[in-house]
T-cell receptor, first 116, second 113 residues
Framework: NAGVTQTPKFQVLKTGQSMTLQCAQDMNHEYMSWYRQDPGMGLRLIHYSVGAGITDQGEVPNGYNVSRSTTEDFPLRLLSAAPSQTSVYFC???????????????FGSGTRLTVV | RKEVEQDPGPFNVPEGATVAFNCTYS??????FFWYRQDCRKEPKLLMSVYSSGNEDGRFTAQLNRASQYISLLIRDSKLSDSATYLC??????????????FGTGTRLKVLA
């Protein structure tokens, strides 16, 4: 049981480049989300999905797109990378949405992205 | 006021000590509460959920005080391996009737030999 798999683990982009961060889970979780973690700011929600075909914006969605064509996969696309997007990105999944009490997250191992 | 606030620490404690962290949250509508552990340069991992009546898992005890809007984590008989950052997580309103998980910035614990 692999849990949540994120690729790549590290990435360096030039300003203006685009790329896709991959996330896959094999736990049949309906709820998936993307976070970024920056020093002193905690994890901030970028986008989330409550099931295949349904996505919505989080707190900091600008510059990012997502899609959810299957239950398993939830890729995050950076449209035109900027230095402000340098961060550690985590994908997470949960059996239920945050409205359902006490379903915690399983996180992927993260992607360290540097935009120069 | 931040939605979830934690003392960043670090808390430096000797092996075998008991240490406690608090976390305050601002939204009285929050219903779900968790403690996560995050090791340096690793992903957060769920340590325990926090229930209204308080709950215990081995050396770890979590409590919720709804009236004062805080949760706590008590670690007894600290081990070197407990050294990590502990994240407080609370659910809260996002928009259009949906909820999100809100993460604190974490409390760093260092257990010293």
């Amino acid at each position: 049981n692999a849990g949540v798999t994120q690729t790549p683990k590290f990435q360096v982009l030039k300003t203006g480049q685009s790329m896709t961060l991959q996330c896959a889970q094999d736990m049949n979780h309906e709820y998936m989300s993307w976070y970024r973690q920056d020093p002193g700011m905690g994890l901030r929600l970028i986008h989330y999905s409550v099931g295949a075909g349904i996505t919505d914006q989080g707190e900091v969605p600008n510059g990012y797109n997502v899609s959810r064509s299957t239950t398993e996969d939830f890729p995050l696309r950076l449209l035109s990378a900027a230095p402000s997007q340098t961060s550690v990105y985590f994908c997470a999944s949960s059996y239920g949405s945050p409205q359902i009490a006490n379903y915690g997250y399983t996180f992927g191992s993260g992607t360290r992205l540097t935009v120069v | 006021r931040k939605e979830v606030e934690q003392d960043p620490g670090p808390f430096n404690v000797p092996e075998g000590a008991t240490v406690a962290f608090n976390c305050t949250y601002s939204n009285s509508a929050s219903q779900s509460f968790f403690w996560y552990r995050q090791d340096c340069r690793k992903e957060p991992k769920l340590l325990m959920s926090v229930y209204s009546s308080g709950n215990e898992d081995g050396r770890f005890t979590a409590q919720l005080n709804r009236a004062s809007q805080y949760i706590s984590l008590l670690i007894r008989d600290s081990k070197l391996s407990d050294s990590a950052t502990y994240l407080c997580v609370v659910n809260g309103p996002h928009r259009s009737g949906t909820y999100k998980y809100i993460f604190g910035t974490g409390t760093r614990l260092k257990v010293l030999a």
